[in-house]
């Protein structure tokens, strides 16, 4: 528990409504996306400004109080939950678009923009930003920077961290920096804009962004293969990469995923199917066409047993919907479930499906899996139940083989979704040990207190 | 001797399925319209089942803190709308705060008015005639038809512009029975179900509702035993004793008519919901199903039902010419799944120009008791609502739910935007 010194301060500092402390809100800041980890904090702040998050980070500094910055929770690590407790930084409230510019392609926004608010505003610009985390309903601009989000669009046009260019940071200290600008190409110093994107809150607090735009592809076309075989599917993705067309967007629900959609919203989808192959081509009118093309040819000689384009928006929309509720289908499919995130080169990807089915039959846990298909990143999920001791473990360790076999194949522990508590049991594996070091003396340096959303990326006894 | 756990969330329990199913996403904030003002977790239905979560894990409890919390919603039913696992949240929260109140009571004055006043419709009547006589002498005449409501309905409304009581109610200006005229064929009898606005506030829609009606060739009853639908009672409060009376009591004024309209987009809602929430006994569960059967709002009537040829929707004498735009209350489109048929109607109105407004769907943030309890709050939402209706450029906006117009007449006023609120009914001739 805090002093109420403390939370006098702190309501000093942001004012009485923006700070949080009955045990009914706590409990509505103890979570995030996950399914396995809650903890509550012990009070709740709200602020407005760059300012009020100084000196609460100064105030927290001093009397060493955990700080876990959090934006709407969406993510699905674990990073936002405060499992030290102590202060949860809430940035929602801190959410106005700051500027759009047409010219440079640029616009600036406060950490706590919705995503799908900020699209809504480019869209009426023809404005463009890809990173597209399923999450975009919800999430914050500055918890997706934090994160170094990615999603469908990334095949194509990139993560996150290709379209930061300037950013506001809050120091553990208070010290309120600025780093990058507006500008595409700044060759200043070291990048350290790449420090803090994807620091997971342990850096520093984000209190705005620059983000590089792109102007909004013109046309676009979207594309559903079926096929009777995973494998097969795969094998179509990296024909399609190998064949010089990069498609914006190609995404791979599995046969389960596509039950459990079609169940929880029923749009006549192809339930037989063991694989659904979902792909987006967009740029120039002309392009699309000649593109959209080359994919169906290549499609069919992989082997799809049905192709559809959509005929219009509307039932491409649909489509692209039936995806974004595929993390709902596996999250509502049992008490726990474990998706897991690893991503795989992409001419790995057939081998990668395979030994999943491998693990699958050896370990007696259903694997279901949806993701990037383009980008090598699926997300392998375990259905299991924490309550149940046992058959937790069991399902812990055929995770563990799950990302034991991505990084055989060269791939990495985390495509999107970051380190948070859930992956730090792997990290020493995924990562050279002397790295892991100079990250360790990275955040020394940075925030010598540990102050900074205690807890994550590294398993706790090595702090 | 203590409660155990089964009968003291007995409600909840009911819903468990859609408690269970929310896993967690958050895409409800960017649909809640409290939470768009307030953001924070506890204001989203995510952060309200998983504050119902921790009661039933005994983490919680019912304080002061929790009833807030679980008070501040609308039940719009936007986050179940747009819910990848369809958790039905606002079901939760019904069964939640019935709960409560049977564990915690009711606080005054609302004990004293959905227990005692809202069952008994001839002494509310009686307490809202007396408070209208002092409407006009303490305050003053603000623009339009609106007025400022003295005495308890102003410590309610807080001050809201709330229009003038009726000087005589509906159900005294008509009778039980009303007969096509002369010379129309009788085709078909309705109950109508007229909901305590319609009745004291606004009797002249109620009137030209029948008189609509018995011209298309509908004889329509009014019966006299009818009461308030209970929606405040039950649905914002969570009294559900009380709820049943007046259910078990609107059911029996209705017997024997096949057919029961509404023009009250809450009213309706509420009637059919009587057995998803109040039906305790096989017997209960049979009337109110029946009962939730008969009910139709107007506009669905007119459409499906009576199927009118589009040339009996001819302009009332004030909407001719006029550009016309519709507010879909939340019960009526996503509680009852009824969009087309009032946009049918209006843009069959000839010498009409009908605009569809952007998010034509939203709440407006009256929600009954919920904009009483938190008025600054629900006058944030009916902003942007103000905002949508201005960029249609539209004179009319028309709806099909009292509560919904009183929101809209006081937020338009409030924001000086020069636009009139019309009943779907009062368009027509």
């Known amino acids: 528990m805090l002093e109420k010194k403390i939370i006098t301060q702190l309501r000093n500092v942001v004012g009485k409504d923006a700070v949080l402390t ?7 800041y103890s979570y995030d996306g996950t399914t396995t980890w809650t903890h509550a904090p012990d009070v709740v702040v709200l602020p407005t400004t760059a300012e009020q998050v100084s000196q609460i980070l100064k105030l927290a500094d001093e009397s060493k109080i955990p700080v876990t910055p959090r934006g709407a929770g969406t993510n699905v690590s674990g990073g936002s939950i405060p499992i030290k407790g102590g202060i949860v930084l809430c940035t929602t409230r801190m959410n106005k678009i700051l500027d759009i510019n047409k010219t440079n392609l640029t616009a600036t926004v406060e950490p706590g923009v919705v995503l799908q608010d900020f699209n809504i505003a480019l869209a009426k610009q023809g404005l463009f930003y890809p990173p597209d985390p399923q999450s975009f309903l919800g999430c914050t601009i500055g918890g997706t ?16 961290k290709q379209y930061v260019l300037g950013l506001e940071v809050v120091l553990a200290n208070g010290y309120i920096m600025n780093l990058g600008g507006v500008t595409v190409k700044n060759r200043t110093g070291y990048e350290l804009i790449m420090l803090f994107t994807g620091s997971e809150g342990t850096l520093g607090l984000i209190t705005k962004i620059t983000l590089r735009l792109i102007p909004m592809p013109p046309a676009n076309k979207t594309m559903m293969a079926v096929f009777d075989d995973m494998a097969v599917g795969g094998q179509a993705v990296s024909n399609i990469m190998a064949s010089g067309v990069v498609p914006a967007k190609i995404e791979f629900v599995d046969n389960f995923v596509l039950r459990r959609i079609e169940e929880m919203t029923p749009m006549g989808l192809p339930v037989d199917a063991k694989a659904l192959l979902l792909l987006q081509a967009d740029g120039s009118p002309a392009a699309v066409e000649a593109e959209s093309k080359q994919i169906v040819d290549i ?6 047993k049905e192709i559809k384009v959509a005929k219009d928006a509307s039932e491409a929309a649909m489509y692209w919907k039936m995806r974004s509720a ?13 998706a897991e995130d690893v991503a795989v080169p992409r001419d790995k990807l057939v081998e990668f499906i395979r030994k ?21 990143n699926l997300h392998p999920s375990i259905f299991t139940d924490i309550r149940n001791k046992e058959e937790f473990a069991r399902a812990q360790k055929a995770m563990e083989e799950i990302f034991e076999a991505a990084l055989s194949l060269g791939g990495v522990l985390s495509g999107e979704h970051g380190i948070g508590l859930e992956k730090q049991r792997f990290l020493k594996k995924a990562m050279d040990p002397v790295a892991l070091n100079l990250m360790r003396k990275i955040k020394t340096i940075l925030d010598p207190n540990h102050i900074l959303n205690p807890g994550k990326i590294w398993e706790e006894e090595r702090v | 001797m203590a409660k155990s756990k089964q009968d003291r969330y007995e409600q909840i329990k009911r819903f468990e399925a859609d408690l269970t199913k929310c896993m967690k996403c958050g895409f409800c904030t960017f649909w809640c319209p409290v939470y768009q003002e307030e953001r924070i977790e506890p204001s989203v239905a995510r952060g309200k089942n998983m504050m119902i979560r ?21 039940l719009c039913m936007t986050c179940t709308a747009n819910c990848p696992s369809k958790a039905n949240i606002p079901n939760v929260i019904v069964a939640a705060r019935a709960d409560m109140v049977k564990a915690r009571g009711l606080k005054f004055p609302y004990n004293i008015i959905y227990r005692w006043l809202l069952p008994r419709r001839t002494l509310f ?10 409407q006009g002498i303490f305050l003053p005449k603000t623009e339009g038809t609106i007025r400022h409501l003295s005495m308890f309905l102003s410590a309610l409304g807080k001050g809201r512009n709330i229009p003038q009581i009726a000087p005589r109610f509906l159900r005294q200006m008509v009778p039980v029975v009303n007969k096509p005229p002369g010379g129309v064929k009788a085709t078909m009898t309705v109950g109508y179900f007229t909901g305590c606005m319609t009745d004291f506030v606004l009797p002249d829609l109620g009137k030209h509702v029948i008189d609509f009606l018995t011209r298309n060739g509908v004889e329509v009853i009014v019966p006299g035993e009818q009461g308030c639908c209970g929606a405040p009672v039950f649905l914002g409060a969570g009294d559900f004793d009380t709820g049943r009376k007046m259910a078990d009591s609107n059911v029996k004024a209705f017997e024997g008519l096949d057919y029961v309209i509404s023009d009250c987009a809450t009213c309706t809602s509420a009637l059919k919901d009587y057995p998803k929430f109040l039906a305790d006994t096989p017997e209960r569960e049979e009337a109110y199903a029946k009962f939730a059967g008969k009910i139709l709002d107007i506009s669905q009537f007119l459409v499906d039902v009576l199927k009118l040829p589009a040339s009996a929707y001819k302009p009332s004498a004030q909407v001719k010419g006029k550009k016309i735009t519709w507010h879909d209350p939340c019960h009526l489109s996503r509680h009852l799944g009824i969009t087309s048929q009032p946009r049918q109607i209006i843009k069959s109105i000839p010498d009409i120009e009908y605009v569809e407004m952007p998010n034509a769907d939203r709440c407006c943030g009256m929600a009954g008791s919920f904009s009483m309890y938190y008025y600054d709050l629900s006058k944030q939402i009916a902003d942007k609502k103000v905002e ?8 009319i906006v028309a709806s099909s739910c009292p509560g919904c117009e009183i929101q809209l007449i006081d937020s338009l006023l409030r924001n000086k935007v020069p636009v009139k609120v019309m009943h779907i009914m009062e368009l027509l001739e």
Do not use: Q
């Open chain 2, 54 to 74: 921790g009661l039933l894990a005994g983490e919680l409890d019912y304080t002061k803190e929790y009833a807030d919390r679980l008070n501040k919603c609308t």
């Open chain 1, 356 to 376: 999943l089915d491998e693990i699958s039959e050896r370990t007696g846990f259903f694997i279901c899996y949806l993701g990037h298909a383009g980008d090598g």
């Open chain 1, 299 to 304: 499609l069919k000689k992989s082997g799809a």
């Open chain 1, 145 to 160: 920077v934090a994160e170094n989000a990615g999603g469908p669009y990334c095949v194509k046009y990139g993560v996150t």
């Open chain 2, 388 to 395: 949508a209706i201005k960029s249609t450029g539209a004179d």
């Open chain 1, 326 to 338: 595929g993390f709902a289908a596996t999250f509502g499919a049992a008490h726990t479930v474990m």
């Open chain 1, 22 to 28: 009955s045990r009914e809100d706590l409990n509505a």
């Open chain 2, 125 to 134: 009547g009686r307490v809202i005639r007396f408070a209208s006589w002092f």
